[in-house]
């Protein structure tokens, strides 16, 4: 049995870790850390959780140091440039941890990060062991890791999205555009005009057009899956909804070919994944049929009289894009079942 | 472990069962029938359930003949006024059916049901031996019953609500005001003007005033709690979002108290019960918190200077409304854990 | 012509105000002011007014006394206890004022507004003269006054509600029931955990539960329709959209009454009234009908055997609920057509 | 005065025409006809439009004849291919027709019409000299036309966002991408799975992926504007909310170019229009800020180290994408103010 601490807990990824770890069957303990609500119990501060803490946690938001002595693996969800010491920490006590910021995102290339973050780095030694935490690109390494820098939302729906075909080669790494929408949880917790519903709600609009940090951290992986420089044209929007993620990516056929035959690569290089759904021929990805689980469905289509690769994915930001992600990499760090406490059902609406 | 068998797979209330028991560790099997769909498979008529059948099923939407022989217990989810021959079929086969319809929540009342729903009974014989399916209120009937008649998803909300002030004598029954609102899969799969999107999003109203069919069943159940006859004024609106039912109820108070020691009765009432949450004093019921859940959160207000008591619940309309409550008795019928495959953990968002 | 002024024009009620003035016939000129955002355009805040000022204003934020000096009427859309010191620089210049604060909704009774707002009065002289700015009520109050406290949202939504019911003693005063439900706009522009898309999106919940602000103004109203005192039990809701209220309001009836009885006495009371549609028989008021007009439509129910009067009141809680009753009084208090600027038609959806 | 027809009025491009002409201050009067509700009042099936007739149309929905008979124009809302024979009645008796289906969007083009709508034409003679109803390219035609093809929403949005680039030479017309994002209300009156507010609700996708119908129109007027023919990857994607259109639209640059020099290229094309607002640099196109008016608002992007220009493009699609659009056209060819009846100014919210 692991035991699990979350420091950041009642951010809305870190609560919403708090909802798949308490009904992780592999997890018997959880401690709970935030510094905005500390010393209340996360039931109060998130009532949906009242009563169903399951022995494994009394709900207390506690200190972040507790948090990573009662733990074997520890997950920081906090603002982006805090992770680097908890992962000091953690290593010096023998513990793992597993970092949704992006600070843990670009391996050793320091100064990729450091040109959209705005920061240094005090570790470098630990980000030259850290793993990047894409299970459908890295799971032999994960499972060795320490250390995991868990991708980003719209990263991991535009990789799974793209990187089967620049594998093989299909397409042209000339222009890839990926228009992406999220819904409103990926702006988070923190209250602001752009998350208030009397303006976002019946309302759309793309943001941070050509300047997303996103947008280098899908450039890299995209390039590591061509095996040389790729050139994305990524635009985030915003949908008037609270989970959900379709990245509508759009690419040159390097040659002609069919729907078919694309489709079944696809088919082949997701044929093992427990979480990538490639959906029949004729159908669409939509984030319904992937809402609160951690699945990503990709839909395949050939457009412009076969010159286009139009590649569909879906998944919930909250889960395949953070938190169930996030669990994911614990489960194949821990030897579990890797679908332990993940293996959710979607509902039909 | 149990076979069960679902009639009428592809609506909304059948797909959520589905949904359900697929992820239930005491059902082995799941036989599934549908007249629209026949012959078609269920994943591709709800995409969120590909991959997702879990050896319990093929999944391809049978004849419900075939539904019920292969099943222990079967779960029909008709149009009002079909379950009585699907009965007598169970029965006749030694085979449990839990009915979603209004069909069996009259008992032996043939007068209302025939005044509601307009149709005369063919086996009164079935109905006097049915039970009423709210655990709350009959956990050992339905223990020992064939048939359960599921209650409705308002009627569930506001009988939960008002029950135990009724039961203790707190309130008049002279004029119980339940105003109730409800997320649109209330108005089912079959799309009409009132739940096409562009005239339901971004709108409120009431409809059926004083004439929804759920008056009558509510108006028994909480007769009976009073042992007396009530006088119940339901008013019943539509919400623009999907799932959760708010009911506020309001009743004049027979003799001043306060607000702790109505709030210290409904904790008493309901304090070994898996799915009802008395909330703490100074917090409201909100859907969000039952989201996906069987849970049923009350909270409790005294006001109108201790005049009046008013009660709030809220429950997802879609699982302790409907399909979760059926779980919730299956798992009473065949003595399994009673919260087994729907301790679901709500979302926070 | 009417030169127009607006103190807090960049709050949710200021920025509606803009939006009517601008259209309006009879507003030559509208000076703006807002402390947040002093000296920025207004249609850099709000993009929605780019290019729409129509030669009336340059949009320049300004300060709040160059915006008395330039108007012949003053609105005052500030936080609860600021009007009182603008309405008398108004009055020492000759201007009118039209608060949509509370601060004037009380006319002379010092002591609630006290109890309720927790602030004393300073010119107790000028509420002496101030007028509550319902036209529906005090038409012929308004169209002399100087100074108008312009109703709140919900107050206006119910006291339409109920008003000819309990004018005609229809009515038992003893337990009125106002179950109200509004649009998230209501919590206006500053950005909340209440507000914010994730948490309101998909959820519904009462809030305020006996201690709502509006509870003392509502009894106030419905008492002076009556000539007693009379019971509220109001519960305001926030529903999961922008614009709209709807009062659900359920009264004992004296005596048993048709509903075509209580239906012609609603339509002879509202018979001149440009902006209250009593609606026929049969059919429900509903938000989207009003959205974004000035109207308040009303439809009548008498359930329970004949012995309870339902009565549903929709309007849109920006316009008729705040901004768009400002207009109105405006109109009539400059002798202006009181549909003019304010006759929008709502749209189907 | 302009005495308008409407056939087909209470679909949903209707019922808009309905609310714009009601309130058009050179209309005096409409007659209205309808199919599905023929006899009935408009009133009682748009309650929104209860006693808002103003004199101009007592309501009925009647013959489509005497519509035409009773008008100077009549604009045609139907579905495709029914419109040759309205438009010949309309010339034979000396009237106008603005139609708003697919019917005359082409030109003389018939075989791209039949190939994506599978029919033929009657009457090729009266397409010769239809005139396409986009303002902002064919303006002059349509003063003279008689007969009016009224574009596409998706169509208008593409097509004014791209235009003064193609016709400018700036963009390689190799591979042009149009992801666009459309409301619900696009999917029209008449409900279906697709527009259940259960299922769309909370959800996004997108559909008819390399088949919408609105692709060869697109291509067609692109390729006009580029004096060549351009290939078009279009792909269209429901939103969850009403009303909206947002193009997102991805092109090489021919040559390196600053955001600046390209905004003041589109500055300078649109500088004229009363209805296209051209964005300050550093702000996007949103649909809130375009709702309810005839706003096409466009933000331009130069991204990928100014190799790519990204144009987005915000209209709402019952207003500038069709019936406010079709307005203009008709205030064209009678020479009133092109603004008159349609100069709304959207809502902050």
Redesign the interface.
């Given at each position: 049995m692991i035991k699990a601490g979350i420091i950041g807990a009642t951010g809305?990824v870190g609560?919403?870790l708090v909802?798949l770890l308490?009904?992780h069957p592999n997890v018997s303990k959880l401690t709970l850390s935030s510094v905005s609500f500390e010393g209340q119990n996360i039931a109060d501060v998130?009532?949906?959780?009242?009563?169903?803490l399951r022995g494994k946690t009394d709900g207390v938001l506690g200190d972040a140091e507790a948090a990573v002595e009662a733990s074997d693996v520890v997950f920081t969800a906090l603002p982006h440039g805090i992770a680097e010491e908890w992962a000091a920490k953690c290593l010096s006590k023998g513990k793992k941890l597993i970092d949704l910021s992006a600070d843990f995102r670009f391996d050793d290339d320091e100064a990729t990060f450091k040109a959209w973050y705005g920061k240094d780095w005090v570790h470098p030694d630990i980000h030259a062991k850290s793993v990047y935490g894409l299970p459908e690109m890295n799971r032999q390494k994960i499972a060795a890791a320490s250390v995991i820098g868990n991708p980003g939302c719209y990263v991991t729906a535009a990789t799974l999205a793209l990187m089967p075909a620049l594998e093989a080669g299909l397409i042209s790494a000339d222009?890839l555009?990926v228009?992406a929408?999220s819904?409103?949880?990926g702006?988070g917790?923190n209250?602001?005009?752009t998350?208030?519903?009397?303006?976002?709600?019946?309302?759309?609009?793309?943001?941070g057009?050509?300047k997303h940090r996103h947008q280098p951290e899908i450039a890299r992986n995209l390039g590591k899956a061509a095996g040389k420089e790729v050139?994305?044209?990524f635009?985030p929007?915003l949908?008037?909804?609270?989970?959900?993620i379709?990245a509508?990516c759009?690419a040159?056929l390097e040659k002609p070919l069919t729907a078919e035959e694309v489709h079944g690569l696809y088919e082949k290089r997701y044929g093992g994944e427990p979480f990538v759904?490639v959906?029949p021929l004729g159908?669409?990805?939509?984030?319904?049929?992937?809402?609160?689980s951690n699945f990503c469905?990709i839909?395949v289509?050939?457009?412009?009289g076969g010159?286009?690769l139009?590649i569909?994915s879906?998944l919930d930001n909250?889960v395949k894009g953070a938190a169930g992600q996030a669990v994911q990499n614990m489960n194949i760090m821990f030897s579990a079942e890797e679908t332990a406490g993940i293996d959710l059902?979607?509902?039909?609406?």
């Open positions: 809305y609560v919403e909802r308490l009904a998130y009532p949906n959780l009242r009563g169903l222009m555009v228009d929408k819904g409103i949880t702006t917790r209250p602001t005009a998350n208030n519903f009397s303006e976002s709600g019946e309302s759309f609009m793309p943001y057009v050509g050139n994305v044209v635009t929007h949908l008037p909804m609270s989970r959900g379709i509508t759009y040159r759904r959906l159908t669409v990805a939509t984030t319904k049929n992937v809402r609160g469905d839909s289509h050939v457009v412009s010159t286009v139009e569909v879906a909250m059902i979607p509902a039909a609406f």
